[in-house]
């Protein structure tokens, strides 16, 4: 158990752990934990949590090979989450953010590795012989969604990243920060998103305009300053030259 590595996972609350784990001493571990070849964990943290919590030192696994990549690891931990405890709205849409970019990545990829293809596609006299998937981010936003979901719908994980996104920007007022996190925990105790959405959107721009603002001011200040300062200065007249003649 102790050799099995967790890394960083989108998961962050286990939810009720000793259910499980009195589930697991009284009938067995049903579904074994998997794990990649090397000891990283695949599927099954809060399985592998309540095992730690009954004292185990050994488990039977399963051994995947084949998904080593972050994509693969992050497929796997998503229908892990899909078939046990569902994630939080703020677990979903960081979970959403990453296989979003990693799967643009991927479609970029096979766009440029197809793009140049010699084996032309019949009928096709366009300028790619073989043409990669077209609106990569599009599709992986859709395509994203339904795998954290179920549906293609992705504005509400896009609304709560960009909450999360103002809750860690460093030039936002801490004020404001403090409030979106505030709002986030709502978000996952089950309040609804848009509206909380539409109320940060309103603040963070209420903050930009008050931003400006004190900018303008700062400026019309440092120039009354250096305008005051120029008028204060007497005009210096040359000094006359000794006139000595001999």
């Known amino acids: ?64 090979s084949g998904i080593s990549d972050r994509l693969g690891h992050l497929l796997a931990e998503q229908d892990d989450n899909v078939l046990h405890k569902p994630l939080t709205q703020t677990e979903a849409a960081a979970l959403y953010r990453e296989l979003k970019t ?33 609106g990569a981010l599009g599709e992986a936003r859709e395509q994203a969604a339904r795998m954290v979901t179920g549906t293609a719908s992705y504005k509400r994980l896009e609304q709560v990243g960009w909450l999360q996104k103002i809750a860690d920007d460093p030039a936002q007022p801490a004020s404001l920060r403090a409030q979106v996190v505030a709002e986030l925990a ?46 204060g200065k007497r005009p210096t007249r040359p000094r006359p030259v000794p006139y000595d003649d001999g």
């Open 1 to 64: 158990v102790d050799s099995i590595r967790v890394g960083r996972r989108h998961r962050t609350a286990f939810g009720n752990i000793d259910e499980l784990a009195a589930s697991i001493e009284r009938d067995g571990l049903l579904q074994p934990i998997t794990i990649t070849p090397d000891g990283a964990l695949v599927c099954g943290a809060r399985r592998l949590a309540a095992i730690k919590k009954l004292g185990w030192r050994k488990v039977n696994v399963w051994v995947r």
């Open 102 to 134: 990693l799967m643009a990545e991927d479609a970029e990829r096979r766009r440029a590795a197809t793009q140049f293809s010699r084996q032309r596609q019949p009928g096709n006299d366009g300028p790619g012989e073989s043409p990669g998937p077209s």
């Open 186 to 231: 709502r978000i996952d105790a089950g309040a609804p998103v848009h509206p909380v959405y539409e109320t940060v959107r309103a603040a963070v721009e209420t903050a930009r305009e008050q931003r400006e603002a004190d900018l303008h001011q700062l400026a019309a200040e440092a120039l009354a300053r250096a305008k005051q300062t120029k008028a």
